[in-house]
């Protein structure tokens, strides 16, 4: 354990969680988790400033038996799929708990995709049963596509009462009364299929078994253990793999709560550290950001010599906590930092996205524990995390018990292809054996990223030899999948790329995206064009937008099936243009 | 009640004072991310500050997908 504030005295009660290796499947452990700390709070609910449920395990299990028994008699078999579309509420964790008890697969969906990107991917899974938000469902019927929506059972959250569901039924209203059977299921069993993208192309479905889960939950508590008492704000999305992981089966295979709120402002999610008494959070860089920025504001509201006294503080708690944190410590150095926060707050974890060091260390020098780490899907959710023995904000720290990490081929200076070897990492995508062979060889999966390990055996990144960008959002984006939004565009050809695939940095960050552009002979590049790019870019999310373009002056390099030969087309493209001729829109 | 031109100017008046821009800079279909120079936590922000001074209350959801002042205003002017 790597604090001086755990709570000891509940902790080395040996009370502690389940023995994971005991258990066959996720819903065994959940079930005994539910019956093991029943009195406990598992769940609370806010919107705003109102809390709108707060449920004991014993409740949790209350209200989702019902709908396990309902998914039974609706002839919900052991290996079907069922897929959740959902913001981060109750009954996202309520209808996964049901589906795990019914020997189901989930399939957690992202309800940041626009309609009919869900839709391709439902279809993609098979999923029998969707699961899905209200507002969700109404984009989905407004959908063309939704006409071909194979799931065949529908339920549909918060809905207004005798409203047309266009076939779907409320999830209020569906339950049945009667026990029902619990389905085991074994460990290399499907227990979701997670996308990491592929809505736009190739569907990437990462097929994660239960042993996955049930060994990544073991490596992380490890480290960072949940026990009763400890307080998770739920703010990542939960289809995500990281809050799956630390904001539901983590916490509850230990008896901890997870506190989800139903709007992200930054005020609301400020005022639940203090109101909820949050003990972990995780965070994309971000939200991390948003946060420092709110910090930093208020210090320079303080009066000079209130300021002057702070600054001491926080020099001398910097000096204190250089070997290891010591929160109880930094709790009276700097209370007034640690009451906006709550007061019980031990780390911010971050990972998925590239992390600004010196925001990491910010947060720490006043002494709130900023937890780096670095996974992917492929992998159940992390590989390595900072051990915080010491803190480092220069790397995404060590490898987590019982994964093995290599590096592949590396260069002079030691970098090389990150590779992952560890009962965490998936089974296999769905349905695509050839990129599952090009992924996981020989029992190591080929992770993309590159890195070098440090003399302390810390792993360092360095970019990655994918054509993709991870967002401070904490989005993975393949160019791939947005390149059907410039679909018609008047040129002869284009192809998009992210930059630092094209310019390959030694670093992370600075990540965006670029339209290639092959103009037809004798085309000019004119503000018509250019608008058509502006358009097409705007209707695409935020966060998946092209931020520049190239005139590239030859044909693209194609294979004989005239797919665009990507790699060829990046290594031309970057050998021949400086990054800085990209003109960004 | 307010007509959508007014809201949008109103939203505009808003936007600029909150994030300290000048009013003359931004017009109702500019791209708010971009000539704000904010992201969507920032553009929640601002949602938070218009539903107050607009008495109305918005899901966070009514924000996907938008990212310009008039749509932006139409979402408002719906609840008015």
Redesign the interface.
């Known amino acids: 354990m790597a604090f001086d504030c755990c709570p000891t005295e509940i902790y080395n009660q040996q009370f502690l969680m389940l023995d994971l290796q005991k258990y066959s499947c996720l819903g065994a452990a959940l079930r005994d988790a539910l019956d093991r700390y029943s009195s406990e709070t598992c769940l609370i609910e806010a919107d705003r400033d109102r809390e709108k449920t707060r449920l004991t395990y014993s409740d949790f299990k209350e209200i989702s038996l019902p709908l396990a028994r309902a998914l039974e008699d609706a002839d919900f078999d052991a290996g079907d799929r069922a897929a959740i579309l959902m913001t981060n509420q109750s009954k996202w964790l309520i209808s996964a708990y049901a589906i795990f008890y019914s020997g189901g697969v989930l399939v957690p969906l992202d309800y940041k995709l626009t309609a009919d990107e869900q839709l391709q991917l439902l279809e993609h899974s098979k999923a029998k049963v969707l699961v899905v938000e209200y507002y969700l469902w109404r984009a989905i019927m407004q959908s063309p596509e939704f006409q071909n929506i194979k799931a065949r059972l529908v339920l549909v959250t918060e809905a207004p009462v005798q409203t047309d569901l266009g076939g779907g039924f409320r999830w209020e209203d569906f339950k049945r009364k009667g026990a029902p059977d619990f389905i085991t299921r074994q460990r290399e069993d499907a227990a979701c299929i997670v996308y990491s993208s592929g809505t736009g192309g190739r569907p990437k479905g990462c097929v994660l078994t239960h042993e996955n889960y049930l060994e990544q939950c073991r490596a992380l508590t490890a480290w960072y253990p949940f026990w009763p008492g400890v307080r998770y704000l739920s703010i990542l999305p939960t289809n995500h793999a990281i809050d799956f992981m630390v904001g539901f089966i983590g916490p509850f295979l230990c008896g901890a709560c997870v506190v989800h709120l139903r709007t992200l402002r930054p005020e609301f999610v400020r005022d639940a550290f203090v109101r909820y008494r949050i003990t972990y959070v995780a965070l994309v860089p971000m939200i991390v950001k948003n946060l420092e920025r709110g910090v930093r504001a208020k210090f320079d509201e303080l009066p000079p010599w209130k300021r002057a006294i702070l600054n001491r503080m926080i020099a001398l708690n910097k000096l204190l906590t250089r070997s290891r944190p010591r929160v109880k410590m930094s709790r009276m150095l700097l209370p007034q930092v640690h009451r906006a926060f709550g007061g019980e707050l031990l780390a911010l974890i971050t990972g998925g996205a590239f992390m600004e060091p010196s925001t990491m260390q910010f947060f720490y020098d006043l002494g709130i524990p900023v937890v780096n780490g670095y996974g992917l899907t492929e992998a159940g959710t992390a590989l390595t995390l900072n051990d915080l023995k010491p803190f480092r904000a220069d790397t995404v720290g060590k490898p987590l018990p019982g994964i093995e990490l290599r590096l592949l081929s590396p260069n002079q200076e030691g970098i090389g292809e990150v590779a992952a070897r560890s009962k965490t990492v998936m089974s296999h995508y769905l349905d695509d054996a050839e990129l599952t062979l090009e992924t996981i060889v020989d029992g190591w999966l080929l992770t993309g990223d590159l890195g070098r390990f440090d003399k302390d055996g810390h792993l360092q990144l360095f970019g990655r030899k994918k054509n993709m960008i991870v967002t401070e959002g904490g989005k993975n984006i393949y160019p791939e999948d947005i390149e059907t939004m410039f679909d018609g565009l008047p040129v002869k050809e284009y192809c998009v790329f992210a930059a630092n695939y094209v310019w390959p940095q030694k670093a992370l960050g600075k990540e965006m995206l670029l339209i290639t552009l092959r103009l037809e002979q004798n085309q000019r590049f004119d503000g018509a064009l250019l608008q058509q790019i502006v358009d097409r870019n705007r209707r695409l999310p935020d966060f998946k937008r092209v931020g520049g373009y190239v005139v590239w002056e030859k044909d693209f390099p194609r294979t004989a099936s005239m797919k665009i030969k990507r790699q060829l087309l990046a290594e031309e493209i970057g050998s021949t243009v400086e990054r800085g001729a990209v003109v960004v829109l | 009640m307010n007509t959508v031109n007014q809201t949008i100017e109103e939203i505009l008046d808003l936007a600029a004072a909150h994030f300290k821009v000048p009013r003359e800079t931004i017009s109702p279909d500019d ?1 708010f ?1 971009k000539t704000l120079k904010i ?4 553009a ?2 601002l ?2 500050k218009l539903e107050n001074h607009f008495h109305v209350e918005l ?3 009514e924000l ?2 938008v ?2 002042f008039r749509t932006l205003a139409g979402k408002i002017q719906a609840r008015l």
Request: proline share 6%; aromatic share 12%.
């Open positions: 791209d991310f992201d969507s936590l920032q929640l922000d949602l938070t899901p966070d959801y996907q997908g990212s310009d």
